[in-house]
Structures are given as C-alpha cells and as structure tokens.
C-alpha cells in the first residue's frame, strides 16, 4: 500500500467548467475526509465518509460541490460551474476507526491543487 | 465553536538549535486531542506528533516534543537539534469526538544552514 493517492495533482480549469478529483485512500481505511486548503491557511474540512455513506458535509460545501464514495473504496469530488474562489489545494485523508484509538491520526494525500482562470 | 490560533506566521532556527512554535486553542470540551502536522513544499502532510487530552504527561517523540497546558489552552512544538529537513509548515490542530480537524493557520519553519 504506497498511501493515499490524489489525481490529478495539478488541474487548470476555465471558469465555468467542471472539474473532478479523485482520491484512493489506504485500503483498509474505513473513514475518507476532504479539506481544502487555500493560500496561507490552515486546511478546512469539507465532508468526510465512513465506508459509503457520507456523514457530514460542511456549510463551505455549497450545492456545486458534490462528493461521491461508492463501495466505501476510492472517492471523487466535483465541482460544477467552478469560480475562481474555487482554487485552492484539495486535500484527502483517510483513518481507520475501527480498533484504533480515537486519538489516531488520519493519512493525508499530497492533494490536487485547482487553479480556475 | 473551537478554534485553533497559531500566532508566528513565520520562524527560523539555525541548524542544531532548539525552537518552539507556539498554539493556542479554545474549546468547552473536556475530551480533544491535539496534533501537530508537517508540510513540507509540495509534499502531503505528516504528523509529526500528538497529545491526549486527559493525559497530563507531554508527549515525546525523538527530537519533538510538546509544552500541553490544559488550563491555559496552550500547546506548543519544541523541535530540539534542528535539521535541514525539518523545514516546512507547521500545523496545529484540534479534533474532538466527530473525528474532523480544526487546523490553525500555521508556521513557517525555516533552518539556516
């Protein structure tokens, strides 16, 4: 197992366009999380899943952002009608909750910085 | 709400010196942890270590340890014998019983050769 993988790494996108982004978290990992890191902050949750369902969505995660776990295995965030507020570096972790000490922490992906011209 | 407050946007430290970067959290709840991520340039984010709320020893790990001050809401890195590598953002944060993080804005750590 090489870690959580984030694809793509870099993506330039027009306004207006759809993006989407992946993350393959470690596979045992039952819980996937994504943040979003702008310039010179900390990362801000968005959502996070444990297995498929997704448990919490975040108020920063408006009606264009939209995040999908099927089977409980790899992840994919979109963004539709993408704005320039939208770049920022998006990042993706995953845990395992089950047998492992609340206090554990997650495994981060080197995340997809987006950038919206 | 809680809140993670990282007031040092910027450090340095010559090599094989000791720094601290300092952090400061609020939170009504008796039962948190506390972490503090790496993040190198470009690369994923690494933690570097972690506190237990309920545990009143600091935690160590080699040349990373913590000054966790549960009444003062304080919980600063010391990074002893500081190396080239160590150079990288710095992140504290705070996570309860819903497993999310709130990160702090971060350090800047930079070693001078």
């Known amino acids: 197992d090489t870690g959580v993988s984030q694809n793509p790494r870099h993506k330039i996108t027009k306004r207006g366009q759809n993006v989407t982004f992946r993350c393959d978290p470690i596979?045992?990992?039952?819980?996937l999380y994504w943040y979003r890191q702008t310039l010179g902050q900390g990362p801000e949750f968005l959502t996070y899943?444990?297995?498929?369902?997704?448990?919490?969505k975040s108020r920063l995660l408006s009606d264009r952002f939209s995040a999908e776990r099927p089977k409980g295995s790899f992840s994919t965030l979109e963004i539709q009608r993408t704005e320039q507020g939208d770049s920022a570096m998006y990042l993706c972790?995953?845990?395992?909750?089950?047998?492992?000490?609340?206090?554990?922490?997650?495994?981060f992906g080197s995340g997809t910085r987006l950038t919206v011209v | 709400a809680q809140t993670v407050t990282q007031s040092q946007p910027e450090m340095s430290v010559q090599e094989a010196e000791t720094v601290t970067l300092s952090c400061t959290y609020d939170?009504?709840?008796?039962?948190?942890?506390l972490f503090w991520y790496k993040q190198p340039p470009s690369r994923q984010m690494i933690l570097v270590i972690r506190?237990?709320?309920?545990?009143?020893q600091n935690a160590t790990e080699n040349r990373f340890s913590v000054n966790f001050q549960k009444a003062a809401k304080s919980f600063s890195l010391k990074i002893s014998d500081s190396q080239l590598g160590d150079a990288a953002m710095y992140f504290c944060?705070?996570?309860?019983?819903?497993?999310?993080?709130?990160f702090g804005t971060g350090t800047r750590l930079k070693v001078l050769a």
């Open positions: 972790a995953s845990s395992l909750t089950i047998g492992t000490p609340m206090g554990y922490g997650y495994t």
């Open positions: 596979s045992e990992h039952n819980r």
């Open positions: 899943f444990q297995n498929e369902a997704q448990l919490e």
């Open positions: 939170t009504s709840e008796s039962d948190y942890y």
């Open positions: 506190q237990e709320a309920y545990k009143q």
């Open positions: 944060a705070y996570r309860s019983g819903t497993y999310k993080y709130i």
